[in-house]
């Protein structure tokens, strides 16, 4: 970490010193880091933001991608702004980051999946999710199973017919 100035912090903690990391998806780093970013409760003016949505509407998705990246770097390099605390974000809290959070947390885990344990298909052949075996989305690794996106729709059809029941 550095400071304004590019000098080396001393004593700050480096956040994933001694942590062991499994295969893991770029997306999701990305994702990570973007979280980290709003968490620090970086805000624009409504003005500003008014005119970005203005601009970014005529730009293409390949461009936004790269603007994103750059974002990334600046975290990366210190030069973003942490010092207001993720509790002062007024959007951090809700139901679809915390079920997106357990998303991550799983991914983060158990890796990107690779088989699905159904049909056995492979992830080059279709896109595989982990899908929650218990559909109560706690905590639990062993809870969670690889499937493709079909066998993922009828296992959860045919949890909902049996509590139909
Ligand atoms: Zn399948």
Known sequence: MRNKK???IKGVRVWNKGK???????WLIQKRFLARMAKSGFKHSEETKR????INKNRPES????????????VFEGKHNFSISGNKHHSWKGNKVKYGALHDWVYYHKGEPIKC????????????CWANK???????LTDWISLCYSCHSKYDRQYRFNHLK
């Open 63 to 74: 461009f936004r991608k790269k603007m994103r990246l750059i974002a990334l770097k600046r």
């Open 117 to 128: 344990r159904h049909c056995k298909i492979t992830s080059k052949e279709k896109r595989i």
């Open 51 to 54: 005119k970005m949505s203005e």
């Open 20 to 26: 062991k990391l499994g295969p893991q998806p770029k």
């Open 134 to 140: 218990s559909h109560k989305y706690k905590r639990i």
């Open 6 to 8: 590019g000098q080396f």
